[in-house]
Each structure stands twice: as C-alpha cells, then as structure tokens.
C-alpha cells in the first residue's frame, strides 16, 4: 500500500485484509466495511470526498447490490428516478428550495461561489486544469489526473472561471 498511497486499519488474517476495516484511496475515498482475502466483500460503504456515498454488498470486490447517495442527501434510484427527466427538468435542489434567479446564483451551491482559478474548470468536487489533466479539491489538494473522456466532459460542461470570461468578452476586435 505504501506504492499506491493507500492505507489500512482494521481485521487481517495471514497477512490479508480480512474482517471489518477501513481502507482509503490517495484520493481519500474511503471504504468501510467487511473485507475477504483482500477484496470487498459482504456489507461496505464508499464514501466519496465531496460527501456522497455508496453502500453495497460487495462479492470477491464487485458489487453486486447498492445504493448511491448524493451529497445533497438524493438517493439514486434507477427504476423509480423522478429528477431531471423528460417530464420535469427541475434537478432535486430545485425540487426541495424552489429555484434560483437566472445568473450566478443558479451556477453553484457554494455561497459566495468559489473563485475559479484562470483557465480552469469547477468539477463540483474541486478545479480541472486543462494544461495539465489534473484536479484538485477546493484546497488545492490533488484528486486524480482527468482520462480523456473526463476531459472532454468537463470541457463541456463544467463552470469556467468567471474572469476568463467576462475579460473575453470585453477584449476588442481583432483587426
């Protein structure tokens, strides 16, 4: 573990992780729960660093039933999923505090939002810097290096920082 910078506490048995235990990821996912010759397995939750979670049974570290939580306390629920869909485009934040003006206030949940550094992207769990595929949690801190669907996902659809944008628009013409 101390190659890939995880870590953990808890039941072993021949040298293995076996029993109850925490295990953390170097991007401080954190797994709690059973654990059999090394792998997930039995009752475990994932909690993820931006607050959401995943509690599974796991079998041979596959998880083969579970449930993610959102941060804002949404449970997804494949069959039974009533949010932003084809009939109500409203996301559950909406649903529960009614909606926000059209602007900056509608863009984040962060009061005041975070200042996003120049020629980076908000992921909602930190900052993407597009010169170098990396992001970073709201200190800075690393999270993980973006792959190249991430990538072009964040491109697509993440939050800009606002002064790269506002300076754009205020550069004049080219002549």
């Not at 970073?136 to 939050?159: G, M, P, Q, S």
Request: proline share 6%; with cysteine.
């Amino acid at each position: 573990m101390e190659y890939t910078g995880s870590s953990y506490e808890g039941d072993s048995k021949n040298g293995r992780l076996e029993g109850k235990g925490q295990y953390t990821f170097p991007t401080d996912t954190k797994y709690n729960g059973e654990m059999k010759d090394g792998m997930f397995h039995g009752k475990g939750t994932l909690f993820f660093p931006n607050g959401s979670k995943y509690e599974a049974i796991w079998e041979d570290g596959i998880a083969v039933e579970g449930k993610y939580t959102f941060v804002d306390g949404l449970q997804y629920d494949e069959p039974e999923w009533l949010y932003c869909d084809g009939y109500d485009r409203r996301f559950y934040t909406e649903i529960c505090k009614g909606l926000k003006p059209a602007g900056r206030s509608q863009l984040t949940d962060h009061i005041p939002p975070k200042e996003i550094p120049e020629g980076c992207y908000d992921t909602g769990d930190g900052f993407y810097n597009p010169d170098t595929r990396v992001i970073v949690d709201y200190n800075h801190k690393f999270l993980r290096n973006a792959d190249d669907d991430e990538h072009a996902w964040v491109i697509r659809t993440c939050r800009k920082g606002w002064d790269e944008i506002v300076g754009y628009q205020a550069k004049p013409p080219q002549a």
